[in-house]
Structure formats: C-alpha cells, structure tokens
Nanobody, 123 residues
Framework: QVQLVESGGGLVQVGGSLRLSCAAS????????IGWFRQAPGEEREGILC????????HYADAVKGRFTISRDAAKKTVYLQMNSLKQEDTAVYYC????????????????WGQGTQVTVAS
C-alpha cells in the first residue's frame, strides 16, 4: 500500500520551531518529488516547498522564505520540513505529497498525500 505519513506537528509559541517529517511506505521515496502544503481553516490549500528526486528545492510560498527549509534523508526515507520563527499565521494542517516533479505548486497535481498534521502557533 502506497502511503505517506506526516508527524511532528503540535502546539508551539510564536517564534518557536518545529520539524515535520514525511515518511513513505509502499514506494521508494527517492524517486519522487515531495512537496509540503498547508491548509488553514476556510482557506485554499497552498504549496510551501518542494524537493525533487535530485535534491533541488523549489519555493512555492514567499511567506515562509528564510524561515522554512526542506530536506530529505535517503537512508531514513524521510523528507523534513524545518520551520523556524513561527508566526500565528502559520497555523494550519500541514501535508506532504508525492509526485514525479515539483511543478508549479498546484496541489491538485500531486497524486499521493499524507493524512496531515496539525500545527498551531499560539501567542
């Protein structure tokens, strides 16, 4: 069964940090681009960052530049989203998704999704 599983979400104070993990089962993560997306209540799902199978990073959202980074650990078959200097507006459900390429960040282009992990940033 092809599956992505996110973890690492939780409650954090403004200015704090979290690291989200995206682990794959049922397929080889290395061959795919992995994107991180988020969706706040009442908002459209938006792309944040993507890392290609070759390790090239694509930024989708200006709002997180300089604060969020994406990386992959081939040995652990995991992609990470490091989030620093968190703001209240970063509160959302965060998803990882897999596709053949990063593309433009349109979430509907990604085929395989995790279940999401909640990130809440409190003042």
């Amino acid at each position: 069964q092809v599956q992505l599983v996110e973890s690492g979400g939780g409650l954090v104070q403004v200015g704090g940090s979290l690291r989200l993990s995206c682990a794959a089962s049922g397929f080889t993560l290395d061959y795919y681009a992995i994107g991180w997306f988020r969706q706040a209540p009442g908002e459209e799902r938006e792309g944040i960052l993507c890392i290609s199978s070759r390790g090239e990073v694509r930024h989708y959202a200006d709002a997180v530049k300089g604060r969020f980074t994406i990386s992959r650990d081939a040995a652990k078959k995991t992609v990470y989203l490091q989030m620093n200097s968190l703001k209240q507006e970063d509160t959302a459900v965060y998803y990882c998704a897999a596709d053949s390429v990063c593309g433009t960040g349109a979430w509907r282009a990604f085929e395989t999704w995790g279940q999401g992990t909640q990130v809440t940033v409190a003042s």
